[in-house]
């Protein structure tokens, strides 16, 4: 699982349902593992070690470029939690969406099984995000699901979509 979690190149060509546009488009454009301000290879299982915190450069189909820091909270054969948040500005067009830190999530990943994982996520925007960001839950839950499908090896433009 950690594998998957550090794949961060297998994000390209994430789809999700848009409910704005009524059709399926691509959410995640391109994304890259990075170190400093260089592409890298995905992180490995290795990498992925309790405690560490990676970053990553992502185009979003909205938002355009950003990069983000994921922190590994917990890492155990049967438990993985990790927070991710940007920690550059995320805009659409020239308008800022989301200033540093003002995107987060939350993972909870709790085996049940040698097959099954338990998966759990949050995510919030900051006091300082654009009211342009806010009050789409259809399509935060379907960017959720898509990401959620990804994860667990799930076409992301599998039927049906999760919300309308």
Same mark, same amino acid.
């Given at each position: ?19 704005? !546009?009524? +059709? +399926? ?14 592409? +890298? ?29 994921? !922190? ?63 009050? !789409? ?28």
């Amino acid at each position: 699982m950690l594998g998957r979690i550090g794949g961060i190149s297998e994000l390209a060509g994430m789809r999700y349902w848009s409910t704005t !546009h009524q +059709r +399926r488009q691509t959410l995640i454009v391109s994304a890259n593992a990075v170190t400093g301000n260089n592409r +890298r290879q995905d992180f490995t299982p290795e990498e992925m070690r309790e405690g560490k915190t990676v970053y990553f450069e992502q185009v979003d189909n909205l938002s355009g470029k950003a990069i983000y820091r994921m !922190h590994i909270a917990e890492a155990s054969a049967d438990r993985i939690v990790f927070d991710v948040q940007n920690v550059s500005v995320m805009r659409y067009f020239f308008v800022t969406l989301f200033p540093p830190g003002e995107m987060q999530s939350v993972y909870f990943l709790d085996r049940e099984s040698n097959d099954i994982w338990r998966y759990y996520s949050m995510a919030r925007t900051g006091r300082n995000a654009s009211r342009l960001a806010t009050g !789409h839950a259809s399509s935060s839950i379907n960017r959720a699901v898509a990401f959620y499908r990804s994860l667990v090896g799930i076409p992301t433009d599998q039927e049906p979509p999760a919300a309308r």
